[in-house]
């Protein structure tokens, strides 16, 4: 079969890619798991913002994918004998941004979801010929801005910036039409009555407007929850979406569990906000955490997995089996075991008026998109740790000066020694050490800054616009109460860290002592960086997160 796919405006290597051919024994294989059905010329096959669509294989018939937007439609492919539609959002169970009309008539096969999915599990081929195109076809969505979403912000607006790392945290393809620099975008607001003082405003397939919404009504307007069923008790619920419980969830779904992940923001967790990872085993070349965590992602939907994006557990009930998680939004979801993964957030300094620069001068990670913000400026980071001195580096490549900020008297003790080396080695980073910030001032956004230097005390003021923040991290523990024993500083106590008084308190219920990752609660695990003794990295959380479902099969069977 020659070229089966025909997509405007994309390079051979790429369409080639994107639009694999199918060999007809490999449809045949497919056409096992479905049905084969006729279709004639115009039919519409699937249209845009239906929930979950079919997964089509063309046999002999000729399809179009279009993109409508009001009366006019965008061509994006043409798909010929051998070429199957979809992308990630099929796997995810998100509404679809395409109609597929029938441009010539002929035969296809069809699969819904589930069949595709069971299909994936099973024929390691096809699924790698799959999963590859349905993630360069999102990869391609979204550098074309090609989605449901349209966002109207200003590059001053701490808002417009959440939603921004909403959205691309979530691998959502969004349009971005800036306030202060687009022309056009006044048109817009009008046509959707719209005033500025409502910006940042997300339109949402289409016609929905949201001003100035909130990363739950985003998620909720998009669909992406929709098709998950909240009322069955789970073999195992993940609380976070981190490397441990995207790692976790990988396992669990693997080894045959029914594995629900809720996630108050987005996948990825801190390894998310990291713009270069470069010693996580694997990759030589590095690996940005946000392509971790979409590889995680997709790799554990494979599976069977289920993830609840920007839901947030507020509280654990320990006091009944099965163990029940309440959501911010309602409903509480029960599950015979709980693996507690909700990691850690950077601590806050405290510095005088900080809050009011968040996203405004003052930023919290370090990814393509902050960098943007800075253009050529001088910034500033403050923390000795790796994720300060990747901050530091990865910012170096843009900015004109890179002020390194750190308490203590060198760098030996915190941070790894490949970049401490760099940074030694990279002109434009000044390293000031016994230095902290004691002031930041401005308007609407960072003007300057005030640090001292404690070794004499001295106190400059400097014109820069920029500070990220990477402090330290405090445990995200508020919402388990009481439930399960802490350390002092906060972190969940687990396996033989926990004391034999603590486990009298919690009326340990078997003759077993707890299992490695096992807290005081049967059944209740905890992983990665809210775990008290983790080391802070990527291999250990996912390390944590895959041996912990070892240990989830061994409490099912005790039950
Ligand atoms: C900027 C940066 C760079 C880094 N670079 C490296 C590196 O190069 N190499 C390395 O090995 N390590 C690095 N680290 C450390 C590494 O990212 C962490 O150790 C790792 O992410 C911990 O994974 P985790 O899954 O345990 O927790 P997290 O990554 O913290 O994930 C926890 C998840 O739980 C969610 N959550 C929290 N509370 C709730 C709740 N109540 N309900 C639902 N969800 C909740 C959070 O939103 C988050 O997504 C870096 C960290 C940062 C911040």
Not at 84 to 106: C, D, I, Q, W
Not at 392 to 405: D, E
Not at 407 to 419: G, K
Not at 523 to 530: E, I, K, L, R, T
Request: proline share 4%; aromatic share 6%.
């Amino acid at each position: 079969m020659a070229e089966s796919t025909r997509a405007p405006d994309v390079s051979p290597s790429r369409a080639a890619l994107m639009f694999p051919t199918l060999t007809s024994t490999q449809i045949a294989r497919i056409a096992a798991h479905g049905s084969t059905r006729q279709v004639s010329a115009g039919e519409v096959l699937f249209e845009p913002g239906v929930q979950v669509v079919p997964f089509f294989v063309v046999t002999t018939a000729e399809l179009e994918i279009v993109r409508p937007s009001g009366d006019a439609e965008t061509m994006v492919a043409v798909e010929g004998p051998g070429a199957f539609t979809g992308e990630a959002n099929l796997l995810h169970g998100r509404p679809s941004f395409m109609r597929a009309r029938v441009s010539k008539p002929g035969e296809v096969v069809e699969l819904t979801r589930e069949q595709l999915i069971g299909l994936i599990q099973t024929d390691a081929e096809i699924s790698e010929i799959v999963m590859r195109a349905f993630i360069y076809r999102r990869v391609e969505l979204i550098a074309e801005g090609l989605g449901d979403a349209v966002l109207v912000g200003s590059t001053h607006s701490a808002a417009t910036l959440r939603i921004k790392e909403f959205l691309t945290r979530n691998g959502h393809p969004f349009a971005y039409l800036d306030l202060d620099r687009d022309a056009d975008v006044q048109d817009l607001l009008d046509r959707f009555h719209v005033a500025a003082a409502d910006i940042p405003v997300l339109i949402c397939r289409g016609d929905v407007v949201l001003r100035n919404p909130t990363n739950q009504s985003i998620a909720d307007c998009l669909g992406y929850n929709d098709t998950i069923d909240r009322t069955h008790v789970r073999d195992v619920l993940i609380v976070g979406a981190g490397p441990a419980g995207l790692a976790a969830a990988v396992y669990g779904a693997s080894e045959g569990l029914d594995v629900l992940v809720v996630e108050s923001n987005a996948p990825g967790g801190q390894a998310g906000l990291s713009s270069r990872i470069e010693n996580y085993l694997g990759f030589p070349t590095g690996v940005s955490g946000q392509e971790l965590a979409g590889r995680a992602l997709a790799q554990a939907e494979k599976f069977g997995a289920e993830i609840l994006v920007a839901k947030g557990a507020t509280q654990l009930t320990c006091d009944r089996q099965p163990y029940a998680v309440q959501l911010d939004d309602g409903p509480r979801i029960a599950a015979r075991t709980v693996v507690i993964a909700t990691g850690a957030e950077y601590r806050r300094p405290s510095i005088p008026n900080l809050s009011r620069f968040e996203g405004a001068g003052v930023y919290y990670s370090a990814t393509f998109m902050e960098s943007q913000l800075c253009g050529g400026d001088e910034v500033i980071v403050v923390g000795g740790g790796n994720s300060a001195g990747q901050a530091a580096v990865f910012l170096s490549q843009s900015a004109k000066r890179v002020h390194m900020l750190v308490r203590s008297a060198d760098l030996a003790e915190s941070m790894s020694r490949y970049l401490i080396r760099r940074i030694e080695e990279t002109p434009s980073i000044v390293l000031r050490t016994c230095t902290e910030i004691v002031a930041l001032e401005g308007d609407a956004h960072l003007e300057s800054v005030q640090w001292r230097n404690n070794r004499d005390g001295t106190v400059d003021s400097h014109d820069i616009r920029h500070v990220f923040l990477m402090t330290g991290a405090v445990p995200n523990t508020a919402w388990l109460r009481g439930c399960v024993a802490l350390d002092p500083k906060g972190f969940v106590k687990t396996g033989s860290d926990v004391t034999r008084d603590e486990l009298a308190a919690a009326r340990w219920p078997v003759a077993r002592p707890p299992h490695l990752l096992e807290t005081t609660l049967r059944g209740v695990f905890a992983v990665g960086d809210v775990r008290g003794g983790n080391i802070k990295r990527v291999a250990s959380a996912v390390g944590e997160g895959s041996i912990a479902i070892s240990f989830v099969h061994r409490v099912l069977a005790e039950s």
